[in-house]
Every structure is written in structure tokens, then in C-alpha cells.
Nanobody
Framework: QVQLVESGGGLVQAGGSLRLSCAASGRTFSSYAMGWFRQAPGKEREAVSVINWSGTNTYSTDSVKDRFTVSRDNAKNMVYLQMNSLKPEDTAVYYC?????????????????WGQGIQVTVSS
């Protein structure tokens, strides 16, 4: 069983930065792929940035790939999402998720554990 707790969200002006953190419990965290997803009002949940079990392979969706960076620290059971040059369209609830597989995936159906979500609001 893995429990995930996000932190670091909030309100920021366009062009600003935020760093989301996800603290994971469980001894098998280091063998799991991790992902950051987001859901804006009236829209479906989408994968933002995902990372494999070792942190050596990542993927970010086109709309954020030059601005967001996903990373992990397996020794600390932490996953991070550094978000720079934020835009109003980045406003959403952001979720941390864990998949019981080593390779990353952009499908939410491959993820077995989810955090409660954290609000990120970017004002124009």
C-alpha cells in the first residue's frame, strides 16, 4: 500500500514558478513509476509529467515540456514537479500518482495509487 501527499500548490501570477512535492509512504516506492496529472474545471484529467522508477527517463506533455520538470529522490520517497513560466491555462488540481510498474505511463489507468490533489491557480 502506498499513500501519497502533495504539497506546494497555491496562487501565483503568470510567469511565476511553483514546486510541487509528493511524499510517498511504503518501502516499494523506489520500484514504482510516478506521475503528475492535472484536472481543470470541465476538462478531463491529463498526464502532465511522468517518470520511471529510477528517475532516468521522463516525459512531459507538449504544453509543459519546456517549462515543467519532474524529478524524484528515492532515498527520501519524494517526487517533485518544478513548474516555471506558469500560465493561466496551467490552473488545475494537480495529482501525484504511483504505478506498480517501472516504466512510466501517461494513462491514468496504469496508476494504482493517487494523492488527494492540490490546487494550483495562475492569475493573469
Amino acid at each position: 500500500q502506498v499513500q501519497l501527499v502533495e504539497s506546494g500548490g497555491g496562487l501565483v501570477q503568470a510567469g511565476g514558478s511553483l514546486r510541487l512535492s509528493c511524499a510517498a509512504s511504503g518501502r516499494t516506492f523506489s520500484s514504482y513509476a510516478m506521475g503528475w496529472f492535472r484536472q481543470a474545471p470541465g476538462k478531463e484529467r491529463e498526464a502532465v509529467s511522468v517518470i520511471n522508477w529510477s528517475g532516468t527517463n521522463t516525459y512531459s506533455t507538449d504544453s509543459v515540456k519546456d517549462r515543467f520538470t519532474v524529478s524524484r529522490d528515492n532515498a527520501k520517497n519524494m517526487v517533485y514537479l518544478q513548474m516555471n513560466s506558469l500560465k493561466p491555462e496551467d490552473t488545475a488540481v494537480y495529482y501525484c500518482a504511483a504505478a506498480t510498474r517501472r516504466a512510466w505511463s501517461t494513462s491514468e489507468y496504469d496508476y494504482d495509487y493517487w494523492g488527494q490533489g492540490i490546487q494550483v491557480t495562475v492569475s493573469s
